[in-house]
C-alpha cells in the first residue's frame, strides 16, 4: 500500500526516499530533544474530549519539474515534457469524549505530463483511542479505512483522448508511541500494517508493514 491516499496509480511518480529520511532524521532530533525536556512542560497531552489534532499527513504540495537530456544525447532527441502536481490533503482528529478520537482526510490531486494528466480523489474516515502512560508520553492506536479513485487521461496515435479509471480500497492500522516534546506539539513515531481491501482488475493487493513518525499539534 505504498501509494498515497488519492493516488491509486499516478501517470507519473516521484520518488520518496528523500523525504522519509528527513522525516527519521527529524524523529531523532525531537526524541533527544524530548529526553531533555522539562516534564512540566509535557504534562498536558493529547486526549482531553473537545481537541484537535492536526499532524504531518496534512498534505498540501505543488511542483514543476523538466527533465534535460544527457550529455551524449543523439541529435534530434527531444527533451521530456514538463511535469506538473498539484495535492491537496487536509487531516484532522477530534477527541469526542478522553481519549477516544475521530477523524480522516479527504484528498485532491492532479498531475499533467505533456498529453497525459490524472485527477484523482480520496476519502480516509479514522477512528483511535489515545492513552497516557508516564508524563509527556501516550500510545495512540488507529484504525483507518482509506478510498481513492483516479481518472487517467491519454491521446492516442490518431489524436483521440483515451480515458481509463480505478479505484482503490484499504485498511490501516498503527500504533504510534507519543511524545510531547513542548507545550501542544509532540512527535509520534512506531508499527502500522496496511492491507488493501480492493484494487482495479489485473492490479494485484499489498500488504505493508513499516515504522512511520509524524509531527503534529493540538488545540
Keep these: ?32 530533544a524530548a529526553s531533555l525536556a522539562p516534564a512540566a512542560a509535557r504534562a498536558d497531552m493529547p ?8 499532524r504531518s499527513d496534512f498534505d498540501l504540495s505543488a511542483s514543476y519539474s523538466k527533465t534535460a537530456l544527457p550529455s551524449g544525447a543523439p ?6 515534457d514538463a511535469a506538473l502536481r498539484f495535492q491537496l490533503g487536509p487531516a484532522v482528529d477530534y477527541f469526542v469524549i478522553p481519549g477516544l478520537s475521530v477523524g480522516g482526510q479527504v484528498s485532491f490531486n492532479y498531475g ?15 477512528v483511535g483511542y489515545y492513552a497516557n502512560f508516564a508524563s509527556g508520553i501516550g500510545i495512540w492506536p488507529q484504525f483507518a479505512f482509506q478510498y481513492a ?3 487517467f487521461t491519454t491521446k492516442a496515435s490518431n489524436g483521440d483522448d483515451v480515458s481509463s479509471s480505478g ?4 485498511i490501516k492500522i498503527s500504533a504510534p508511541l507519543i511524545i510531547e ?10 508499527p502500522y500494517l496496511g492491507l488493501d481491501v480492493s484494487v482495479p482488475d489485473g492490479q494485484g493487493k499489498t500488504t ?10 493540538y488545540f
Design 167 to 170: 479505484s482503490t480500497s484499504s
Design 1 to 32: 500500500m505504498a501509494r498515497a491516499l488519492g493516488s491509486p496509480g499516478a501517470v507519473f511518480s516521484y520518488p520518496e526516499e528523500s523525504s522519509m529520511n528527513t522525516r527519521f532524521l527529524l524523529a531523532a532530533s525531537l526524541l533527544a
Design 181 to 190: 516534546f513542548v507545550d501542544h506539539f509532540f512527535l509520534g513515531i512506531g
Design 208 to 217: 505493508t508493514i513499516g515504522i512511520a513518525t509524524q509531527v503534529g499539534g
Design 149 to 151: 479513485s483516479s481518472k
Design 75 to 80: 541529435d534530434g532527441a527531444k527533451e521530456p
Design 112 to 126: 499533467k505530463q505533456g498529453d497525459s494528466s490524472s485527477t484523482g480523489v480520496g476519502l480516509g474516515p479514522r
Design 47 to 54: 486526549g482531553k474530549q473537545g481537541q484537535i489534532v492536526i
